[in-house]
């Protein structure tokens, strides 16, 4: 995960544990809240069915081989071991990139062709400016679309090339939702029940009005949200994309997210925390905030020193649905293991490795076979008895499936540096538009801007 660095040292403690398990452009699918369900991992079972795999491979044999994986996530060594543990003849090293350098590598090593991996991890914030590339194997005509027959159709589908061909897999879903201590949950809203504040905070009109007696209640001291801008989380990929046919396209959604926004910010609901800074953090665990829009894998911001915050927390559905984040799995095309490469990536999008990753990271899996199977009996520390499941099955569903392209994260990124402003300034909707013409104009010269 690409770490804010104004996280305060208040939550040193809390991040120390869980550094390692998140991930994301903003975020993404990594280690997450701790899992009570109790239940253990599937015992190993061998990768090779019963007749040689569409990738070439004999099922008949054991597995063996070398393969080198690059990601710029320490989470993705957990699925590794789990496959070596399945094929003890396989050896899977993972060379673990940080930050921005990752980019830049990746895209030297597949353009020269020295030193390139087997395995390539593509982060959702950036898989568009790759997904399209030469250099990535077609899954495809590996196989792969058995592999996500039964996935959520928008995991799918960022994994796919302009081509529809398949490119990349992702094992995880990353979905998002209204988090909250039940104790405050029932000092402001009267219940702590997820399904009844579900409805309580089902459309954004609701959300203002409730957040105008939270702050009422309070005196102005206590907050509904953390920011006006989770708005702008859940709702990003609820729109269309940003560039059609060669042309800037700004969604007229666009105009009543920003102008809600507005009266958000205007209303006193959001206490003005930005995601991931120490104040965040500090009100998600102590309650000075009532809702926190967060992504699943997010848990290891809560602080659970000796287990104080077992039971403590429930989630409810935002809105609509949204997601944040994603790691996909993808092959290097030049790959000379490309067959042993390939059943990495087959365990990586199996029930088994993704019921295990649930159970043992909390990740909301990839493909709707594991949110079924587990709807009623995965329970997580956090949560205690609430069927968290549920609320993140049926917002993943909603969530449109649109397939990454190279404009779409830096576009959007623009207009969430532009909308911020303006909410701060007070700006009007025109000005705020005006500001961001010009600069995806500045930034892609060759579209066309209006």
């Not at 953090?281 to 000796?306: E, H, Q, R, Y």
């Not at 999008?349 to 949110?371: H, I």
Request: proline fraction near 4%.
């Amino acid at each position: 995960m690409k770490t804010k660095k104004w996280l305060g040292l208040s939550m040193t403690t809390v991040l120390a544990a869980g550094m390692l398990a998140a991930c994301g452009s903003n975020n993404n699918g990594g280690n997450a809240s701790p899992s009570a369900s109790g239940s253990a991992p599937s015992s190993p079972a061998s990768s090779a069915g019963a007749s040689p795999s569409a990738s070439g491979t004999d099922a008949s044999k054991p597995l063996e081989g070398n393969l080198v994986l690059w990601t710029y996530f320490d989470g993705v060594k957990g699925l590794a071991e789990q496959f070596m543990a399945k094929n003890p003849g396989v050896k899977v090293d993972v060379q673990i990139f940080p930050g921005d350098q990752y980019q830049t590598k990746l895209m030297s090593a597949l353009q020269t062709g020295k030193e390139a991996p087997d395995i390539l991890d593509l982060e959702r914030g950036y898989i568009g400016k790759f997904i399209d590339s030469k250099y990535l194997a077609d899954l495809s005509s590996m196989g792969a679309e058995d592999l996500v027959k039964d996935y959520i159709p928008y995991v799918q589908a960022l994994g796919r090339s302009s081509d529809d061909k398949l490119r990349a897999i992702a094992d995880t879903s990353s979905p998002g939702g209204f988090w909250y201590l039940k104790d405050t949950a029932k000092k402001y809203l009267g219940t702590d029940d997820p399904d009844q504040i579900s409805d309580m905070v089902s459309s954004w009109d609701k959300i203002i009005e409730l957040g105008k007696k939270v702050a009422q209640d309070s005196g102005g001291k206590e907050h509904l949200m953390e920011n006006a801008g989770d708005l702008f989380d859940i709702e990003a990929y609820n729109t269309q994309p940003w560039v059609q046919d060669g042309k800037l396209n700004i969604d007229p959604k666009w105009k009543d997210i920003y102008e809600t926004q507005l009266k958000i910010r205007q209303n006193n609901v959001d206490a003005k925390l930005a995601f991931m800074s120490a104040g965040w953090g500090n009100a998600l665990n102590d309650g000075s905030v009532v809702l926190t829009a967060m992504p699943a894998w997010a848990g290891f911001m809560i602080d659970n020193k000796d287990d104080k915050a077992k039971g403590k927390y429930g989630v409810a559905k935002t809105p609509d649905g949204y997601y944040s984040g994603g790691t996909y799995h993808a092959i290097y095309d030049k790959s000379k293991n490309k067959d042993l490469a390939y059943e990495f990536i087959k365990f990586a999008a199996s029930e088994e490795w993704q019921k295990y990753n649930l159970d043992t990271t909390g990740n909301m899996p990839g493909t709707s076979k594991v949110f079924e199977a587990n709807m009623t009996t995965y329970k997580n520390a956090f949560t205690g008895d609430q069927n968290v499941l549920q609320p993140f099955y049926d917002m993943v569903k909603s969530i449109p499936a649109t397939k990454p392209d190279k404009y779409g994260e830096d576009i959007l990124s623009t207009w969430r540096k532009v909308a911020s402003d303006g909410v701060t300034n007070n700006k009007s909707y025109d000005d705020v538009v005006a500001s961001f013409k010009k600069e995806v104009k500045n930034t892609f010269p060759e579209l066309k801007v209006d």
